[in-house]
């Protein structure tokens, strides 16, 4: 029977495992506090954190509140005090029977204040990979609880190729459901990303040009304006593909390029990104720029993080370009853009139309439709118009749709917040299906086999200044796909997106 497509509602218990960890105390406690303090979890629900950690519930408290902002407000440090109350801490292994029969008695004694039979558990697992699946298996074995309804939220990565991904899926799937699992990307709880369906599907005048007759190419774009910072092991190990491209530019490009859903049913939402991503063949390695970033504006380059293997190829900048064999997108490029050490931080997704058909106007710019998805959130279309006065000359402008401007006094909550409550409520339309993350696997694992050098010598990297766009070689390769740089003197007015 399924039963996790029903909402938590009372006698609910959240299991934060990996509760001293840097992604629990700087993502998911933040998370729970704010949906706690907006009244959005269930009533009574308490907060047990696990780790291997030894510490008392004082200097829990302390850890988990440190990245909690607005603790000067009154108001907010009142409800700090309350949900301190109702979250505790307890220590244990991973791999041991023994922790997890102690960590069932604990939940046991907290239910035993619940009303009625009843009793929800939650497991939130805040871990590294190496230990998900023996983690899963103790929780199911002796934390499981068969008198009421039971979760388990897994985090990014699902592996590290399609072989490893599909271990990792089938020994989860040996204690728990489909249906009980909840795999988050984090990039599918953000504002902006959820905006796409409503964008694509409830305007005609986007709809109506959103295919290879209309659109010359695509480009999706992560920019992050720091380096490893002295986590270069853990990053090396990954790299940039594993750590944006294959999970969450690709959960992008699936929504921006699916069919139009039944209706906004989680499965139904999930078989059209998975229909789309089947007709994606594996990344060409002709179709790959890799680029390492190296020492300028006096910042260290990635081979001088001392915690990064001496003489690494392993990229921090990757564009590749994807193909979609289907009567929709067939010839369209989809440039996918990540790196580390750049000019900015910034994630937003370019559509570039094609070039109007020449005669009255020659040499004007296309028109794009841009959606930022961060910082600063704002969707904006770039349009020619006449410029004011006597002469006829078409400039480019924008109609400009800036969030913080239209929606001031609308809250957009963070992507964790967002995705934690979707969880409580048994949506799973924003996190990824097992079918779903095996098809992505396929489209990398060719192309990462190459770059760790399987099937022959690794590629090298080239070198990019710390701070710069990228690639020097980034303008030529985005240019090969038809992307065309808007004529000198254009800029979009919002400048400073701080002062917004």
Avoid at 364 to 374: A, D, M
Avoid at 395 to 406: A, G, Q
């Amino acid at each position: 029977m399924e039963t996790s497509h029903e909402e938590l509602k009372d006698n609910t218990i959240i299991i934060v495992l990996g509760a001293s960890g840097d992604l629990a105390k700087k993502k998911t406690y933040p998370a729970l506090f704010n949906l706690y303090r907006e009244d959005f979890l269930p009533k009574g629900v308490r907060i047990v954190g696990y780790a291997r950690t030894k510490m008392d519930n004082t200097e829990y408290h302390k850890r988990i509140t440190s990245y909690i902002k607005g603790t000067d407000n009154p108001d907010v440090a009142n409800k700090l005090e309350e949900f301190k109350s109702l979250t505790t801490y307890i220590s244990g292994g991973y791999e041991d029977s023994p922790s997890f029969q102690n960590l069932n008695k604990y939940l046991e004694e907290l239910e035993s204040g619940y009303q009625g039979q009843e009793r929800n558990r939650v497991f939130y697992l805040a871990l590294p990979p190496s230990v998900f699946i023996p983690v899963a298996q103790h929780l199911k074995e002796e934390c499981y609880y068969k008198g009421g309804k039971n979760r388990i939220i897994v985090e990014k990565p699902f592996g590290k190729d399609l072989e490893s991904s599909r271990h990792l899926l089938g020994a989860l799937k040996q204690h728990w459901s489909e249906d009980e699992t909840f795999r988050i990307d984090h990039y599918l709880g953000k504002e902006m990303v959820k905006n796409l369906l409503v964008l694509r599907f409830a305007n005609v005048a986007l709809s109506a040009g959103w295919d290879k007759n209309s659109i010359s190419n695509v480009q999706i774009t992560f920019k992050e304006p720091f380096g490893t910072e002295g986590r270069g092991g853990y990053f090396d190990e990954f790299g940039i593909i594993r750590d944006i491209l294959q999970n969450h530019l690709l959960q992008v490009l699936s929504i921006l390029t699916m069919e139009r859903p039944v209706s906004f049913s989680a499965e139904d939402i999930r078989d059209e990104k998975v229909k789309v991503l089947r007709a994606i063949p594996p990344v060409e390695r002709n179709d790959t720029l890799l680029g390492q970033y190296v020492s300028a504006n006096g910042k260290p380059g990635y081979l001088d993080d001392d915690t990064v293997p001496h003489g690494s190829v392993c990229p921090t900048y990757a564009a590749t370009t994807l193909w979609i064999h289907n009567p929709r997108w067939e010839g369209v490029p989809f440039i996918l853009k990540a790196g580390k050490a750049l000019n900015e931080a910034k994630v937003e997704i370019r559509i570039q139309y094609k070039d109007v058909t020449q005669g009255i106007f020659k040499d004007i710019s296309r028109n794009e439709l841009v959606i930022r998805i961060q910082p600063s959130e704002a969707v904006y279309l770039k349009l020619n118009t006449k410029l004011p006065g006597l002469d006829m000359r078409a400039i480019p402008t924008e109609m400009d749709l800036t969030y913080k401007r239209r929606f001031a006094d609308a809250k957009i909550h963070e992507a964790y917040e967002s995705l934690i409550l979707d969880a409580l409520k048994g949506d799973h339309s924003n996190f990824v299906r097992d079918d779903e993350l095996d098809v992505a696997w396929k489209i990398f694992t060719p192309i990462l086999h190459w770059i760790e050098g399987r099937n022959g010598p690794s590629p090298k990297p080239v070198p990019y200044p710390y701070g710069s766009r990228g690639p020097k070689e980034l303008e030529p390769f985005i240019s090969k796909y038809g992307f065309r740089r808007t004529e000198t003197g254009y800029e979009w007015p919002v400048t400073n997106l701080a002062a917004l």
